[in-house]
């Protein structure tokens, strides 16, 4: 008969870095639990809190390494699996460190045909780096993305998670970086959408009544 020898565990080395926050950094403070707690009570099980919990610990640790995964998935009280799987699924989460601020520039339909790819090697010249990597004094990486959602206003490009920059040229790519750079946060311009029937032109759902009836409740409240 066969002796069958049972694989051992391969440890690796790509997911299992050598730790870079101490057991002492891998806290969350008595008002961070507090919120968590609430976080957790919001849902029908403590699961539909782990997204939250990651943004809070990424917002806080400055990025997902495993060991701050595990640190989130001990406080939800999930396995560290679940919240791998979820801190992995979405690129909005940082598993590597970023520079201070994260160019996110789409080149997905819309923006390709409107000059993302020309926006995107415009910024790899003019900072010195390639998609993927971070410059030197730690201020920008550069990340390739898809579809944002603001194809109306392609080529268009996302600042660490937040601000749209819309309608890019080199121009105005030359403004967000001196912007940037001088600590200052980029203009919020705000995109009016159509509102009624005659801006629309007359190319209206008719059936919202129904549709708003079918959707389902949010479960929690926005609280940050
Ligand atoms: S294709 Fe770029 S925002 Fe949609």
Redesign the pocket.
Known sequence: MTNFIKDPVVMMAERNPDPVFSNDELVFSDQEKRLIERWKSQYPTVDGAIMRVLWLAQEKFGFLPPEVIRLTADEVGIPYANAYGVATFYTQYYKKKRGKHVLDV?T?????VCG?YDILHYLESKLGIHVGETTDDGLFTLQEVE?????GS???LQVTNGRYVMDLTHERVDALIDTLRKGKTPEFTSVTLPQDEDELGGNRRSDVKEFQASSPRPVSETVR
């Open positions: 789409c997905c339909f819309s923006c390709q993302g579809c944002l959602g603001a194809c392609a080529p268009m």
